[in-house]
């Protein structure tokens, strides 16, 4: 069982380069969450979807774009890189979100992305 | 505005010495609050759900409680495998599907 695969896991831009970073769960999940980690500070959220076709935006959405055309992929898009992206990004899924039950957050292993 | 933080940053323990880490946090309706563990170049994973004040959950070595303004996480007679980021995490009633993270706490077990 995979669980959430998240690719490529390290990434070079350079600014103004675009990217999309690739998010596939294999646990039947509803809901797919997109956080980016820096040091020192907590994941923050930058868009979720509670299914496919339904995506909302979390904390930190600028210069982010998201689509969920089916239940298992979720990608995230940068259109323009600039530097302040640099970051660990992190996908996540659960079965269930808020009101039913809280359940937990299944997280992949991360993508080490760099601006220069 | 929702906020979590913990204490302390980093923690260094010999093999066996027990402690506590803490997680105190500031939400509107809190839904529920998660515990985490997090090793290096490696997304987290899950430990604990806590939902109400006095709850408690327990996974080996590790305890977790919870009261109205903070929940800790004990650590019983640690290894060093023990070694890792502990994340806070907690949902709050507000809106969507918002977890609120805390910035870990960074634990060494020495042999």
């Known amino acids: 069982n995979a669980g959430v695969t998240q690719t490529p896991k390290f990434r070079i831009l350079k600014i103004g380069q675009s990217m999309t970073l690739q998010c596939t769960q294999d646990m039947n999940h509803n809901y797919m969450y997109w956080y980016r980690q820096d040091p020192g500070m907590g994941l923050k959220l930058i868009y979720y979807?509670?299914?496919?076709?339904?995506?909302d935006k979390g904390e930190v959405p600028n210069g982010y774009n998201v689509s969920r055309s089916t239940t298992e992929d979720f990608p995230l898009r940068l259109e323009l890189a600039a530097p302040s992206q640099t970051s660990v990004y992190f996908c996540?899924?659960?079965?269930?979100?808020?009101?039913?039950?809280?359940?937990?957050?299944?997280f992949g292993d991360g993508t080490r992305l760099s601006i220069l | 505005e929702d906020q979590v933080t913990q204490s302390p940053e980093a923690l260094r323990l010999q093999e066996g010495e027990s402690s506590s880490l803490n997680c105190s946090y500031t939400v509107s309706g809190l839904r529920g609050l998660f515990w985490y563990r997090q090793d290096p170049g490696k997304g987290p994973e899950f430990l604990f759900t806590l939902y109400s004040a006095g709850e408690e959950k327990e996974k080996e070595r590790l305890k977790a409680t919870l009261t109205k303004k903070e929940s800790f996480l004990h650590i019983t007679a640690p290894k060093p495998e023990d070694s890792a980021t502990y994340l806070c995490?907690?949902?709050?009633?507000?809106?969507?599907?918002?977890?609120?993270f805390g910035p870990g706490t960074r634990l060494s077990v020495l042999p």
């Open positions: 995490a907690v949902q709050a009633g507000n809106y969507g599907q918002n977890f609120v």
């Open positions: 996540a899924s659960s079965y269930r979100g808020a009101g039913a039950g809280n359940q937990p957050q299944h």
């Open positions: 979807s509670v299914g496919a076709g339904i995506t």
